[in-house]
């Protein structure tokens, strides 16, 4: 993930009130585009019952995070869905 992302994000939490170590705790884990790592990175946030799980610019990422949890809400951003939207129908909750 590039600085300019982690910077974006920071900035996007600060404008909706969220400021790191006051009032919102921030750790990344990086998988370097190893799907093993993913997958453990994932069973540790899982396992420590974060509040929310972001999986930025990565589909297949994303869709494992949803694989790893029904109760962590997984928040993700994509440039583009070369499957028509795949990604989106696939978080849609039932009954949508």
């Known amino acids: ?45 899982v396992s420590r019952r974060v509040a929310v799980i972001v999986t930025p610019g990565s589909t297949s990422t994303a869709l494992a995070a949803k694989a790893a949890t029904m109760s962590i809400p997984v928040v993700f951003s994509v440039g583009t869905d070369s499957s028509g939207d795949r990604a989106r129908h696939q978080f849609e909750p039932s009954g949508w």
């Not at 998988?31 to 540790?44: F, P």
């Open 1 to 45: 993930m590039s600085t300019g992302v982690v910077a974006a994000f920071r900035k996007g939490l600060g404008e909706t009130g969220f400021v790191e170590r006051r009032n919102v705790m921030v750790e990344f884990r990086f998988a370097y585009n190893d799907n093993t790592r993913v997958t453990e990175l994932l069973a540790d946030l």
